[in-house]
């Protein structure tokens, strides 16, 4: 299962036209995404940074934006639309756990 949806992300991406490498090595690098993409989901869901309502994390702020991630204008900077991105929570070193939540 793991396996099947690292391919779907990783011919969803175009990973392999992208990088020219055969589908099982892009297979194994769609994994580690997926993984990362699991982890992400539960640390968003947990996090007190992460705004439900927009999608937002209302701590992250970037000066620019990359062309292909969801973000939002906020004076000069843009905020995250994490609820698009949850690879960004899954390596996110600001990530704190909402009260209570803590094991
Ligand atoms: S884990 Fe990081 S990026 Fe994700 S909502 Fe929390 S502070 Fe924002």
Redesign the pocket.
């Known amino acids: 299962m793991v396996t099947q949806v690292a391919r779907a992300i990783g011919l969803k991406l175009g990973l392999p036209k992208l990088l020219g490498r055969k589908e099982d090595e892009v297979a194994e690098i769609a994994k580690v995404l997926a993984g990362m993409m699991l982890v992400g989901v539960e640390?968003?869901a947990r996090?007190i940074?992460?705004d439900p309502s927009t999608g937002l994390?209302r701590?992250?702020r970037i000066a620019y934006p990359l062309p292909w991630m969801s973000v939002d204008k906020d004076g000069d900077e843009y905020r995250?639309r994490?609820s698009k991105h949850p690879e960004?929570?899954s390596v996110?070193p600001?990530?704190?756990p909402i009260d209570g939540d803590e094991e």
Request: with cysteine; charged share 20%.
């Open positions: 640390k968003r996090c940074h992460y994390c701590f992250l995250i994490v960004i929570c996110c600001f990530w704190k």
